[in-house]
């Protein structure tokens, strides 16, 4: 009876753009903490943060992916008989990474764009500026940039632990439907 | 011909006391906050202050009791690269959210030959006063075309970045900042 549910995953589309967005979150946030502490004289001084701003470019494109996806595509996979507690805070959770990634997203590439013109990367990616802020704007999207991230990684840590707590202590097929 | 006399007198008296008056033309822009910095000791980096407020007094009879007083929003650090700018507010540097405001208030001036001269002061910065030091330049000044009265100069002063407790000051040839302060004063 239970066969069919436990072999069962999501679409490979759903897991791709999880897993990859998943690296791109973490190496994000550790990129973003080590760039911001680099000393002007490291020789990663100036491609870090371009490194950054790629990968938040790209981030913001699969998210867009992912956010549209929540409202075309259904999941279609049997509902797994979780506690009505755990669904209520895995879905609130969920919920609070399309809203902390997105803000963050939107937050960096104005700031990288800010001074009112394309952000070149690599000399062959242009970004184009959206508006042209004020200091305190910089500094507000600066600081909201900063302190979403770390309540993210917090989310990202609860996140984790679900899963691992499906996978080992439940031992149902939560996490395996994603691997 | 003793009233007139007695009133000419007064006036001139008056003359003296009351020394001229001048507000810094921040409106019409003609006045600039300018700094230098060398980068890597190859170059120079220029940035500048695009909000500050400030006035000073002159008086031709008496110049030593010139005085200025300004005040420069620290926030409008602007050096042409707005993720430069974000770390020049921060508290690597200026400090920005506990010390939004820079300032300078002359304490004396001598005056040399054609009206250049030295103005010493305390200068306010990242919450460390300090005196300092201006060489003054006398520009120029007289009547403008729209019925006011003006005079400008420009001052120059060598600050130690260490010396106002600039967390990023590095020491050494690095942290030697050269303030340039060019006035328009419009006479009130």
Not at chain 1, 14 to 24: D, E, G, K, S, V
Not at chain 2, 127 to 134: N, Q, S
Request: charged residues 20%; contains cysteine; hydrophobic residues 45%.
């Amino acid at each position: 009876m239970n066969k069919p549910l436990f072999s069962q995953k999501h679409s490979l589309t759903t897991r791709l753009l999880h897993w990859i967005c998943a690296l791109l979150v973490v190496s994000l946030f550790i990129s973003g903490w080590f760039m911001v502490e680099l000393d002007y004289y490291s020789s990663w001084y100036q491609t870090l943060p371009e490194l950054h701003i790629f990968g938040g470019t790209l981030l913001l494109m699969l998210w867009a992916w992912v956010i549209l996806r929540l409202f075309l595509v259904k999941n279609t996979l049997p509902e797994l008989l979780h506690r009505r507690s755990e669904a209520f805070l895995a879905r609130w959770i969920k919920r609070s990474f399309y809203l902390l990634i997105i803000t963050i997203l939107i937050c960096g590439y104005l700031m990288a764009t800010a001074d009112g013109l394309p952000r070149n990367l690599f000399g062959t990616i242009n970004l184009p500026p959206l508006y042209q802020f004020s200091a305190v704007q910089i500094d507000t999207m600066g600081w909201i940039h900063q302190n979403f991230s770390y309540v993210l990684m917090v989310f990202v840590c609860l996140h984790m632990l679900g899963a691992l707590k499906h996978h080992y202590i439940d031992q149902d097929p939560t996490l395996k439907r994603m691997l | 011909m003793k009233k007139l006399l007695i009133l000419l007198l007064i006036s001139s008296i008056s003359g003296v006391a009351v020394a001229d008056k001048y507000k810094i033309d921040t409106k019409g822009a003609h006045a600039f906050v300018q700094f230098k910095i060398k980068h890597l000791g190859y170059s120079w980096l220029y940035g500048r202050f695009d909000s500050f407020d400030g006035e000073f007094e002159y008086d031709e009879s008496d110049p030593s009791k010139a005085n200025i007083q300004m005040t420069v929003d620290t926030n409008s650090v602007n050096s042409n690269h707005a993720a430069r700018d974000k770390h020049l507010r921060s508290d690597d540097f200026l400090n920005v959210a506990s010390f939004p405001a820079a300032s300078f208030s002359s304490t004396s001036f001598s005056e040399g030959e054609n009206g250049n001269g030295t103005m010493k002061g305390n200068l306010t910065l990242n919450g460390v006063t300090k005196e300092v030091d201006l060489d003054v330049t006398f520009v120029g000044g007289g009547k403008d075309p729209w019925g006011g009265t003006r005079r400008g100069y420009e001052a120059v002063a060598e600050l130690k970045l260490s010396e106002f407790n600039i967390k990023k000051s590095v020491g050494g040839a690095y942290e030697e900042l050269t303030l340039i302060v060019s006035v328009e004063g419009i006479k009130q």
